[in-house]
């Protein structure tokens, strides 16, 4: 069934067009805002797996080179793997949809997301879980809150909806949300040093357009929607469980060791399950999962007792070591009760930056990389190691985000800085421990960061109208609790926040209090980080690159080039050091040390310099005439050293004195009007050398 809603946006229209294009997908919807069009379909397979008991959901967001008029750069000149934007807006679709499905509903669901027409006047993230929420509903899927999504920005009191590219780049800060027509399911931020209340009233604006956007999305509902069975022979099984095995389950869950714990968990499960056929087990898992998590819930709602015993707002203990690797430019090992990140930093030159072939036609330069990594061992577990997963690509995104506006510009730092966190110990927001970690290994390694940043991971248990909202959550809190809320941020606000939830959305009550609560937490860390190192250490290490700068006109920029390369590639192959020259004239030296860098210095300047009155240039002979010398004191500069100038001895033969490719020292005595130099020689045989070049 065909049909078409149109949503005002701040003076733009959104359109979405149902079953128009893609008609045998189960849901789809074609989007179409400014001259933006996104495609979303939605899918799943008709019968269910044997014994699956959760969602295998399934969502990919396509930036199609296309769709900005371009052709796909490298040898096979089509699109392959995701980018790292496509990866993240595929999460950032996947986060608000997962939790608003039927319960029970287990069937491999799939949605994709095209990019068919891109126009950067406009953002269009938001398009895609906008599109994910229209396909849903239209399609036989269960399925049935319609979902809005925003973007809103923020810069000088003034509030932008879905900015544009050009002007996200200026904005102080950048909030994406989304809810149903009531609450927020998903939101994440991210900017410079914001408050609380500039935050939540960019929620309250992001709401506004959020509840407009799905009460345009009732007409869409599809009436035929699959119906879900309920389990009653599951709750049966759970009810028993709970009865017989209540008491070792609440005492495995209140051990304090994390790997005792899991070994009691085991020991009751295989209790429980011995002599039973192999579709009873999967059964019996999946129900004692829920056992666990009731008795986990009612404890700490009606007992107020965490499963580490720690008060609601109590952070587990911290410890810190620096520099423990010697030969690193920068390291730290940050540790949070089971949480452990070992964090580095590497300087790099203007070389090692990322180039990024963004979609809207900019080549930039990222020179400040942040990479998480989540080695299995880091919980105990065997598996391959692999690239980033989309875990670890999302995660690391979130520290790099909270940390960026605090990074020093090439300006004052010249350096790239790529930032590694491996998670060594993982029980609970290792991404904030990243960011704790790497703020730290900044701090060790000299990069004089604007100010330090610490993060914490909040968490919530909610049944009606009761909730406990909990500080620095463990990772059974986690996996049993119903909210991940990451705040990130500086003595004097706010850089990054990302929330995901697992019920069907949060009041702005329980927002504003997870906040709140954030904030004191991080501070409580931040205090504990200056008291290890207040400031960034004042030297570099041993071992790090000496990077000097130094300006050049910009038509001597070919000089030092030379020709095909030939310049800089000898002034590189020399000193082993790494040039590079931008269009306006900045060069940068990255060498092993600052005498090194200064003698490349020195050499530029010879090649690249104007010829001055009065100082003295080791010039090489380049032509000899009977009337004298013509002497080259620097690339494609060569004046005359008569034959007058040379000595204050008198010279019978000039070609038996001297040999072409000769070095000599000269002082320019003076320059006419058009650059023609007067040489000489003589004079420097009976003074100092004060002025030598």
Known sequence: MQKTIQIEIDGSTLKIDIHRWARQSNGSALLTYKDNMVLVTANMREEAKAAQDFLPLMVDFRENTYSAGKIPGGFFKREGKPSEKEVLLSRLIDRPIRPLFADNYNHDTQVIAMLLSADFSIDYDSMGIIGASAALISSTIPFSTPLG?????????????????????????????????????MLEAAGNEFSDEIFMEGLRRAK?????????????????????????????????????????IRDAIFTQDRVLRRLKIKAIQEEIMQGKEEEEIVRIKGAFEKVEAQIFRQ???????????????????????????????????????????????????????????????????????????????????????????????????????????????????????????????SNGSSSMATVCGATLALMNAGVPIKAPVAGIAMGLVKEGDQFAVLTDIAGYEDHFGDMDFKVAGTEKGITAIQLDIKIKGLTDEIIRRAIEDARKAYLFILAKMKSVIAVPSEKLSEYAPVILTMMIPVDKIRDLIGPGGKNIKELVAT?????????????????????LGEKVIARIEAMTGSPEVNKIYNGKINRIEDYGLFVEIMPGVTGLLHVSEISNQRIRDVRQEYKLGQMIEVKVLALDRDNKMKLSHKVLENQPRDGEN
């Not at 544009?164 to 800060?173: A, F, I, R, T």
């Not at 929607?225 to 095995?245: H, I, N, Q, T, W």
């Open 208 to 248: 506004e357009v959020i509840a407009k956007i799905c009460q345009a999305q009732k007409e869409l509902l599809n009436p035929d929607k699959m119906v879900v069975a309920s389990k009653p022979e599951a709750a049966a099984l759970v009810d028993d469980l709970r009865d017989k095995f209540s008491a070792q």
């Open 575 to 595: 000193y082993s050091v790494k040039i590079n020259a931008e269009d306006d004239g900045k060069v940068s030296i990255a060498a092993a040390n600052r005498e």
């Open 149 to 185: 999504a925003v973007k809103i920005g923020w810069k000088n009191n003034e509030y932008f909806i879905n900015p544009g590219q050009d002007v996200l780049k200026e904005l102080e800060m950048v909030l994406q949300v989304a809810g149903t027509e009531q609450e927020v399911v």
């Open 299 to 425: 404890t700490l709602l009606q007992g107020k007792k965490r499963t580490d015993n720690r008060a609601f707002d109590e952070i587990r203990a911290i410890s810190i070591e620096l520099g423990i690797l010697p030969r690193v430019h920068g390291s730290a090992v940050f540790t949070r009760g089971e949480t452990q990140s070992l964090s580095t930093v590497t300087l790099g030159s203007e070389d090692d930056a990322q180039r990024l072939d963004n979609l809207n036609g900019d080549e930039t330069k990222k020179k400040f990389l942040l990479h998480y990594n989540f080695p299995p061992f880091s919980v105990g577990e065997v598996s391959f190691l692999r690239g980033a997963g989309r875990r670890e690509i999302g995660h690391g995104n979130l520290a790099e985000k909270s940390l960026s506006k605090v990074i020093p510009d090439s300006e004052n730092f010249p350096y790239t800085i790529r930032v590694v966190s491996d998670i060594l110990e």
